[in-house]
């Protein structure tokens, strides 16, 4: 849900830590994890997104936040990105 980058980058890109957080990997163990708050930009749209200092090494996540506060979907059958025409307010 939240977007993740190796804690090493975020530290580069001035990002700082603002508390810590409890997730749930995807075998169901919890983690304790740090995160901050960062501002991305989408086919033209900005905003601001909860962002986790990851482990070095770990793959970036693109969070479903990031996207979803600047009008963009995951279409699930074609796995592509599309930009809503409104964003809803329900």
């Not at 501002?39 to 601001?48: A, H, L, N, P, Y």
């Not at 986790?52 to 090494?57: C, K, L, R, T, V």
Request: hydrophobic share 35%; glycine share 12%; with cysteine.
């Amino acid at each position: 849900v939240d977007c993740m980058v190796p804690a090493s980058g975020l530290k580069k890109a001035g990002i700082q830590r603002e508390g810590k957080r409890v997730y749930e990997l995807a075998n169901g163990t919890p983690v304790e994890m740090e995160y901050g708050y960062a501002r991305v930009s989408f086919f033209g749209d900005e905003t601001v997104t909860p962002v986790i200092f990851g482990p070095e090494g770990c793959e970036p996540i693109l969070g479903a936040v990031a996207l979803e506060s600047t009008g963009i979907m995951v279409d699930p059958r074609s796995r592509k990105l599309h930009r809503l025409h409104a964003k809803p307010l329900k």
